[in-house]
Structure formats: structure tokens, C-alpha cells
């Protein structure tokens, strides 16, 4: 290979190197003109490809000096560095656009003179001009969309009664709302640390069997497309529900999404209305337990002898087997009338699930939680169906008898 094509191949080489760099390139002479600059170069500063073919100077100094906010400070420094090559520089460009650019400078090596044997690894090599570096350092401009989205999604993470914890597919801490700081009564030290491993140990201290939470925990990490649902019992008595479904981005699965909900109150008063329950299947009156927008909760056995349904079939359906007649009152009355004065009563007429009537003398009365609070409605119901027939015939004897 002649020395020619020696210098061709490390010209080639050169070019390539300089037009892989992030960074735009231009290398000048000692007197200012220009040797060679990459493609990044004149990317960034919008170097006209007619001015970039031309090569000319004075014309790509025009164009670059129209862009700036303070040119005259742009050419005094650079002028300055001309004068003393052995000066390494650093300042930072100002746009008029509001771009910000970088500008880096090194200075010649100890010892090397301008036009003299350079110190490098190419023997004989010159000391010549400056290269000029420059990265754009432009902070990003305001999205207002973007912001508004972003503002949206975290006043409704901050708003929601659940605790809310999103974790990447390491398991690591992504994000979190104040609601599950809260619940899980997590120190600021904590918090303000990020550490993950900090916050699993004070959340495992607080659970009644932490190997099985963190069992779960693997599993899911195991199978990521994975939903689960489950309870969690404190120390303390309090209960948590858990909830954790995949964090998708573009249909990939990037992360994990864990809700908490107290139920606490929720499990003490469904513990409490089945003790109760087991109570009432030693009543002899029909036991009825409604929420307060009138779906039942519970009933008992006599109940199911006197409406001619089991408690299975109606969990959870409306209370609308009392199909009322004449006067008597519906079941919304006899709630509105529980909440207005405490309790209700009257009769109430209703029809069987195989068509036949009958009527009850009915009391309504509140069930209250721990804090007084009414959370559920209680229904007592007498059968009067064959007194009332009794009466009514004896009514009628005496009517006949006078």
C-alpha cells in the first residue's frame, strides 16, 4: 500500500469517526478557516447545504452569528483563543430561539508550538488551528399537554381511597400515592430514602405471616401477566385488601401495580353479623338483614319457612318479596322511617315464591358499628297471617250473631 493510500484510508477513517459523534465538529486552521467539519456540525446549526458546499468561511460565520443572542460576545472570545492557542475553553451559546449549546475548546499540548511538532501519536505531526466541540444542552420546552396530563393522573392517583404502589419488573419502587404512605403508616425517613429494601422490612414487620405475602409477591414476579387478589392481616387487627394487576406500556409488561384497601371496619361487621346470624337461627321469628339500600345481607331459617326461599337464593338480591297491598307500607317506607325515627313498625302483607299471601307485624330497627355509625338494617317479621284470618272470622260470627 503506497503512503497515498495510507493517507486516503486514515482520511476515511477520520470521517467517519467525526460524523459518529453525538457532538457537531469544526476543525480550523491557525488563521480561522475551516479545515472540515461532520454532518452533526451542520445539523445543529442549520448550515444551508449551499453554504456547506461552498465551504465559504465568511458566509457560514454570517449565518452563524444571525442566530445568536450576543454575537459580538461569540467573536471576541473566539478571536481571543486564535490569539492564544494553548488556552483550553468552555463557554455555553445562547439562541435566539432559545437553543443552548455547549462550546468546548482544547488548547494546544505542553510544549507544542503553533506550526511546530505536535505532541501525538502520528510522528512528525504539526500544530495547527482549534477544534471546536459542540453538544445542544437545550432544556426541554414545556408540554402543556403533556403537564396537564401528567397534573390529571396524579391528582387522581392522590385522590383515590386506595393505597397505590407501582413497582418495575426488578420490583423496585416506582411510584406511590400519599393514601398507601398512610396505610401502611411508612416513617418520612423512609419515604424521602427510596429505598425499597428499607420499606419491604417495615412493611413485613407489621404482618402476621409475612412469608406468605412475600410468597405471593414471587409468584406474581414469575408470571407477570398475572392478576391477583388476596387479604392481609396485621398485628394490630388490621385487615387489607390486595389487589395487583401488570403495568402495560405499548402491550409490554413494564411494571406491577399494587392497590390496598382497608376493610378492616367491612370484616369486623360481616364477623359480627354472622355470630349474629348464628343467633337468629334460633329465633322463631323471620330475621331479615338488609344493607341500607335494601339488598339482604343475611336471613335466617324461619325466614326461609315463612317467604318460601332459601338464604342462598336471595344474598345479595333487593328485598322485594314483601309485594305490598293496600295500605301497608313498602320496604323503601320502612327504611326511610328506621332512618327518620330509629324504628319502624306496622304489618306488612307480602306474597309467597309459590303465589300464596300472608301478612306479618314487622319491626325495622338500625345495627350500628363500633363508632355508632348505621351500616345495616335489621327486619323482624312475626307471622300474623292466621291470627288475622281468626280475627277476621270471629268478626264476622259476631256480626252474624247480632
Not at 486552521?29 to 479545515?35: A, C, P, S, T
Not at 338483614?289 to 345481607?297: E, F, H, P, S
Not at 327486619?379 to 280475627?391: G, K, P, S, V
Amino acid at each position: 500500500m503506497t503512503s497515498e493510500d495510507e493517507l486516503e484510508r486514515l482520511r476515511a477513517i477520520l470521517r467517519a469517526t467525526l460524523d459518529a459523534t453525538a457532538d457537531g465538529i469544526l476543525v480550523v486552521d491557525e488563521n480561522g478557516k475551516i479545515v472540515t467539519w461532520n454532518r452533526r456540525f451542520v445539523e445543529m446549526w442549520r448550515i444551508p447545504e449551499k453554504i456547506v458546499r461552498s465551504h465559504d468561511a465568511a458566509e457560514a460565520l454570517a449565518f452563524v452569528l444571525d442566530q445568536l443572542r450576543e454575537p459580538a460576545r461569540f467573536v471576541t472570545r473566539t478571536m481571543e483563543l486564535y490569539a492564544d492557542p494553548r488556552e483550553e475553553s468552555y463557554d455555553v451559546l445562547a439562541f435566539k430561539d432559545g437553543r443552548v449549546f455547549e462550546r468546548y475548546s482544547p488548547g494546544l499540548g505542553p510544549g507544542v508550538e503553533p506550526g511546530g511538532p505536535a505532541a501525538s501519536l502520528t510522528p512528525g505531526a504539526k500544530g495547527f488551528g482549534r477544534v471546536w466541540s459542540y453538544r445542544d444542552i437545550t432544556p426541554p420546552r414545556p408540554d402543556p399537554e403533556r403537564e396537564r396530563s401528567v397534573s390529571l393522573l396524579h391528582a387522581t392517583l392522590e385522590s383515590t381511597a386506595d393505597g397505590l404502589l407501582v413497582v418495575d419488573t426488578e420490583g423496585r419502587i416506582v411510584s406511590f400515592n400519599r393514601r398507601f404512605v398512610e396505610m401502611w403508616r411508612i416513617p418520612e425517613s423512609i419515604v424521602a430514602s427510596r429505598d425499597d429494601n428499607q420499606a419491604l422490612a417495615f412493611v413485613l414487620d407489621q404482618l402476621k405471616d409475612p412469608e406468605r405475602f412475600l410468597r405471593k409477591v414471587r409468584e406474581l414476579y414469575d408470571h407477570p401477566e398475572s392478576q391477583s387478589y388476596d387479604w392481609l392481616e396485621f398485628k394490630d387487627g388490621r385487615i387489607f385488601e390486595r389487589y395487583s394487576q401488570p403495568q402495560r406500556v405499548t402491550g409490554s409488561v413494564v411494571g406491577r401495580v399494587w392497590s390496598f384497601r382497608d376493610v378492616t371496619d367491612r370484616a369486623r361487621m360481616e364477623g359480627i353479623l354472622r355470630r349474629q346470624a348464628r343467633t337468629f337461627d334460633h329465633i322463631f321469628d323471620a330475621i331479615v338483614v338488609t344493607d341500607l339500600a335494601g339488598r339482604i345481607l343475611d336471613w335466617n331459617a324461619s325466614a326461609e319457612k315463612m317467604f318460601g326461599c332459601s338464604k342462598e337464593t336471595m344474598l345479595s338480591k333487593p328485598w322485594d318479596l314483601l309485594r305490598l297491598s293496600g295500605d301497608a307500607a313498602g320496604t323503601r317506607s320502612m327504611l326511610e322511617g328506621m332512618r327518620r325515627t330509629g324504628r319502624w313498625s306496622g304489618l306488612a302483607c307480602f306474597r309467597r315464591t309459590d303465589g300464596t299471601e300472608g301478612c306479618c307485624e314487622t319491626v325495622v330497627v338500625p345495627h350500628s358499628d363500633e363508632y355508632g355509625r348505621t351500616v345495616a338494617a335489621i327486619f323482624i317479621h312475626r307471622d300474623a297471617t292466621e291470627r288475622l284470618r281468626l280475627e277476621e272470622r270471629l268478626a264476622s260470627l259476631e256480626g252474624e250473631k247480632s
